[in-house]
């Protein structure tokens, strides 16, 4: 985050409490960027410059390149990268994002949280997401404990969560900084009356991001091009899992690969709102299913929602009961090429690609 303080403030009495020098520890391993205003060079500003003079000789050593760094670093910072600005006083303007050091201090402590619906599983979709480099950052991030992953437990749970977040979300300091070092995703699931549409809780959800205050910066969120991480699986991925067992367990898990591998070629629409944890079964609605599973019959085009009519007889007992609750831990078997080539697949127009969703999450990192 870009931490911009006045020159005026480095003569004045906040700057000579630890708590100052705090700010600066927060920035020293790149995690943050200080900058000064004007900014900070051999000529000046004349207060910054006496402040440093006054600092102990082991301490100036340690501070100044922590100014340095800011005026290198602040060219390449994306415009869209989020920060605030330090001023005198004990009162904040959250909004305009003019915090007094103690918010600014509660704010630069905060990890940013990414809410997600299933911490191990969405995580594990991040860092397939990430190209190599940015895949390395986010787990440095998290192993440093920039970033914390927020577990909801589902989308009802995440939506009331953040409801609560948002009701009066500046009234404390805990609960702005809580709200402002937030990024969120979620599934875009599927209406049950339309498999092509989402669903209705996920539509809620995301006007519920879009409500979030824009001022100081707007709420980072990503609602899945997809019903849910899983469809994101490339084909090398899903024969990872179907290898993982022989004999007539394993002929079964060829076929529902073959099954979907045919649908994401044939019915992409389809493919990207199947139920890949409990299959074409659980979409039906409670009578057909029941009347399916006590005459142990087929399913029929007449019993799916028109998205998955046309397919083969084979293919519809292939793709019955999906793949199993744990396919997503096959994620970590997809190397990033296999994955962007899986992303990028019929993706739909208007749908953001990779680098920007993540943009989204590092400039507020």
């Known amino acids: 985050m870009r931490v911009l303080i006045d020159a005026a403030f480095f003569a004045g009495p906040e700057a000579e409490g630890l708590a100052f020098l705090h700010l600066f520890a927060l920035a020293r391993d790149g995690r943050h960027v200080l900058l000064t205003a004007p ?10 410059l006496d402040w440093l003079a006054d600092l102990p000789e082991v301490c100036c050593r340690q501070v100044r390149p922590i100014l340095e760094q800011g005026v290198r670093t602040a060219s390449g910072l994306p415009a869209e990268a989020v ?30 949280g990414v809410m997600v619906e299933n911490r191990r599983a969405d995580w594990r979709f991040l860092l397939a997401l990430a190209p190599p480099v940015q895949r390395d950052q986010l787990q440095r991030a998290f192993d440093d404990g920039w970033l914390e992953i927020l577990h909801a437990g589902g989308l009802g749970e995440m939506k009331a969560w953040l409801e609560e977040l948002l009701v009066q979300p500046f009234t404390s300091s805990s609960r702005a900084a809580r709200l402002l070092r ?4 979620f599934d875009r699931d599927a209406d049950p009356a339309d498999r092509r549409q989402p669903s209705p809780a996920c539509i809620a959800m995301k006007a519920l991001c879009e409500s979030a205050p824009a001022r100081p910066w707007p709420l980072g969120h990503y609602r899945l091009g997809r019903r849910a991480i899983e469809n994101y699986l490339p084909e090398a991925a899903l024969r990872r899992w179907q290898s993982d067992k022989s004999g007539a367990e394993g002929t079964k898990r060829r076929k529902v690969v073959d099954a979907l591998c045919r649908l994401r070629r044939d019915q992409p629409g389809a493919a990207r709102q ?54 997503s831990n096959y994620l970590e078997h997809a190397s990033e090429p296999d994955f962007r080539r899986e992303f990028e697949r019929d993706r739909a127009l208007g749908e953001p690609d990779r680098e920007t969703i993540l943009n989204t999450l590092f400039v507020r990192l």
């Open 39 to 48: 900014p900070f060079g051999p000529d000046g500003p004349r207060e910054v």
């Open 83 to 112: 920060g605030i600005r330090v001023v005198a006083g004990t009162s904040s303007d959250w909004p305009a994002g003019r915090l007094c050091l103690q918010d600014a201090l509660r704010l630069l402590q905060t990890p940013l």
């Open 182 to 185: 937030l990024w969120v995703m």
């Open 274 to 327: 199947y139920n890949m944890k409990s299959g074409l079964l659980s979409d039906l609605s409670p009578a057909i299913r029941k009347d399916v599973e006590e005459k142990a019959r087929r399913i029929q085009d007449a019993d799916l929602d028109p998205l998955f009519h046309g397919l083969s007889d084979t293919d519809r007992d292939a793709l019955a009961k999906g793949f199993g609750t744990h396919i």
